[in-house]
T-cell receptor
Framework: AQSVTQLGSHVSVSEGALVLLRCNYS??????LFWYVQYPNQGLQLLLK??????LVKGINGFEAEFKKSETSFHLTKPSAHMSDAAEYFC???????????FGKGTTLSVSS | DGGITQSPKYLFRKEGQNVTLSCEQN?????MYWYRQDPGQGLRLIYY???????QKGDIAEGYSVSREKKESFPLTVTSAQKNPTAFYLC?????????????FGDGTRLSIL
């Protein structure tokens, strides 16, 4: 069965520091993977998606993620954190039937000045 | 601008009462979804619909019901059988129900018990 594990429910970084949010997946079929961001009391916004075209995926707001099949990982990175990056981030994988997404429990990113 | 509109933003339910959350999209998407979000739990799928007049149960459908009579509308009813309805409810849509299709989300409805 498909599943997603986000390591670390809370990550804190300083402004200008590297952001690394971890996501590991389990999938019995070639996965489609997504990262979403959620600001307080809002819906989710798509950051980027992996659909097998390229292993390094660039998204919005300077974020990128690398698909590593051998490690079953899809970690999200940004070279330099900005205060506006403070939010909750969700990794998701398509379910086996390809009809819906399975979400991780989320990682809250805090950015300090 | 195209998007997904959820209403109301805040909703209160009395014991034994059914309440309906509205979700409307003007993106011309075929597939629509309802998720429940609880702190530290991520998003859990309640129901989804791949096409008009068809819908399927998700992981936590008990105590909820939906309809899909129009392409643009996918209302969710939280029935009195749902004993713990306090949560943030998110509606989403995608062009099709395929696994490679990203989902677009509304801004949510926060449901609380009086």
């Amino acid at each position: 069965a498909q599943s997603v594990t986000q390591l670390g429910s809370h990550v804190s970084v300083s402004e200008g520091a590297l952001v690394l949010l971890r996501c590991n997946y389990s999938s019995s079929v070639p996965p489609y993977l997504f990262w979403y961001v959620q600001y307080p009391n809002q819906g989710l916004q798509l950051l980027l998606k992996y659909t097998s075209a390229a292993t390094l995926v660039k998204g919005i707001n300077g974020f990128e993620a690398e698909f590593k099949k051998s490690e079953t990982s899809f970690h999200l990175t940004k070279p330099s954190a900005h205060m506006s990056d403070a939010a909750e981030y969700f990794c998701a994988v398509s379910n086996q039937a390809g009809t819906a997404l399975i979400f991780g429990k989320g990682t809250t990113l805090s950015v300090s000045s | 601008d195209g998007g997904i509109t959820q209403s109301p933003k805040y909703l209160f339910r009395k014991e034994g009462q059914n309440v309906t959350l509205s979700c409307e999209q003007n993106l011309n998407h075929d597939a629509m979804y309802w998720y429940r979000q609880d702190p530290g739990q991520g998003l859990r799928l309640i129901y989804y619909s791949q096409i008009v007049n068809d819908f399927q149960k998700g992981d936590i459908a008990e105590g909820y019901s939906v309809s899909r009579e129009k392409k643009e509308s996918f209302p969710l009813t939280v029935t009195s059988a749902q004993k713990n309805p306090t949560a943030f409810y998110l509606c989403a849509s995608s062009i099709q129900a395929g696994g490679n299709q990203p989902q677009h989300f509304g801004d949510g409805t926060r449901l609380s018990i009086l």
